[in-house]
């Protein structure tokens, strides 16, 4: 198959933790075509949505670690898969990126996650489909609400809708320092729509990173335990990232969200849960591939490739 990866840009890629190359060498290893591509490179063109693509070797060297074959011009359509990897934030330029890709879908192309799946389910708000889950939250720009829910909740999570990375993130304790400030910075002076959440006292024990992949959950998750001073367990943000087996309540939330999130296009998802609930449901470019694999020897790309392989197959028959 030709499987192609939208995604950013290849020299940045770290390939001792990036899933997307995990993807790719999975990929390359079954004998698959490796194709890579930016947003930048896809273009709309008498109704035809096309891309400047480079077929890449995987060379096994840790730091040149690809060479490109052949750079050329193509209609997605032609290629057996593309997967979106991306990474936030999920700004306007986002959002043109999968309509074009939805496009594409309408013209023959298998887009993995589902292009209107990814806008329709925000990483933050998707949360609010499985309340029984989560802990309270409001979503709001009113500085009159976010007040108000301080003061009833007294330790608190505020956050923008649209980062990753753990960027933007502000506890605010019982003695309320710097409250006004967080909100304003946070909401623009009430221009900006915002998530406030309760903080969990769990998060010392990390930030589990729970894979789903074609609806079924990956056995281990990857607990992000935030270094000393911190509230977040990002690994972005300095966490450590530590394997485990999936929690009774783990599997509870995977296998429920899993089936219901599978059936709307989303293959790949990565459940946020710190203790016993969901804080984030990421589908844009989830990670910790590598992580899980190192430390369990779980071969998390191969059940990602697998489920590239079915997923190509059933649309074929359809």
Request: with cysteine; charged share 25%.
């Amino acid at each position: 198959m030709k499987i192609a990866f939208l995604a950013d840009p290849l020299a940045g890629f770290k390939t001792y933790k990036d899933s997307t190359f995990a993807m790719m060498r999975e990929a390359a290893k079954r004998g698959h075509a490796v194709y890579a591509f930016e947003q930048k490179d896809m273009a709309l063109e008498e109704g035809i949505v096309t891309a400047r693509v480079k077929h890449i070797e995987l060379t096994g060297d840790e730091h040149d670690w690809y060479k490109v074959v052949s750079t050329e011009e193509v209609r997605l359509s032609t290629l057996d898969a593309i997967i979106e990897r991306k990474d936030p934030p999920f700004d306007m330029e986002y959002v043109y990126g999968t309509y074009l890709l939805e496009l594409a879908e309408k013209q023959g192309a298998c887009v993995f996650n589902k292009p209107s799946a990814i806008r329709d389910n925000n990483e933050k708000l998707a949360i609010a489909q499985f309340s029984e889950f989560t802990s309270p939250t409001l979503v709001t720009s009113d500085e009159a609400r976010l007040r108000a829910f301080h003061a009833k909740h007294q330790d608190v999570i505020f956050k923008p809708l649209d980062g990753m990375g753990g960027t933007g993130i502000f506890r605010v304790k019982a003695d309320g320092l710097n409250l006004g400030a967080i909100i304003e910075t946070l909401t623009d002076n009430g221009a900006q729509t915002i998530m406030a959440q309760r903080f969990i006292a769990d998060i010392v024990k990390g930030d589990k990173r729970i894979l789903v992949i074609g609806g079924k959950p990956v056995p281990f998750s990857l607990a992000r335990i935030p270094q000393a001073g911190e509230v977040r367990g990002n690994l972005a943000a300095g966490g450590t990232g530590v394997a485990q087996p999936l929690t009774a309540r783990d599997l509870e939330i995977a296998e429920k969200l899993g089936p219901i999130l599978a059936a709307r296009g989303l293959m790949l998802v990565g459940l946020d849960v710190i203790g016993d609930y969901l804080t984030e449901v990421n589908v844009t470019s989830p990670t910790c591939f590598q992580e899980i694999m190192q430390q369990t020897g779980f071969d998390v790309a191969a059940m990602f490739v697998d489920a590239v392989e079915h997923g190509v197959a059933q649309a074929r028959q359809r």
